[in-house]
């Protein structure tokens, strides 16, 4: 079972960033399809980024696009979600989750039925 840890969130105003880290225990993340998804309170869970296709192509949910950018970081255990000019929407418990399958297959990209392995979960606010 791959082990995810999300770490990076907190209490930031409205414009500012945060990065998000997701690792992996013992596991290359660099094997695995891994996406990023969120949960406001009240609101059902929704995808925010995705890196599941082997061709290293990423993939955005259209409210976050030209904000947040989904990276693999140099030792091979590590995903970031860089998130830029944050909003008050952004507000949100955020997830890691991995699959072992790659797919060029967009809808199901924030199919939470797709993965298998999931974080703890990381909470984002943004407010003055």
């Known amino acids: 079972q791959l082990q995810l840890v999300e770490s990076g969130g907190g209490l930031v105003q409205p414009g500012g960033s945060l990065r998000l880290s997701c690792v992996a225990s013992?596991?290359?993340?660099?094997?695995?399809?891994v996406s990023w998804f969120r949960q406001a309170p009240g609101k059902e869970r929704e995808g925010v980024s995705s890196?599941?296709?082997?061709?290293?192509?990423?993939y955005y949910a259209d409210s976050v696009k030209g904000r947040f950018t989904i990276s693999r970081g140099n030792s091979k255990n590590v995903v970031f979600l860089q998130m830029d000019n944050l909003r008050p929407e952004d507000t949100a418990v955020y997830y890691c989750?991995?699959?072992?399958?790659?797919?060029?297959?967009?809808?199901?990209?924030?199919?939470?039925?797709?993965?298998?392995?999931w974080g703890q979960g990381t909470q984002v606010t943004v407010s003055l």
């Open positions: 989750a991995a699959s072992g399958t790659w797919t060029t297959n967009k809808s199901v990209y924030f199919d939470s039925r797709w993965y298998d392995n």
């Open positions: 890196a599941c296709n082997n061709d290293g192509s990423t």
């Open positions: 013992t596991f290359n993340l660099d094997l695995y399809c």
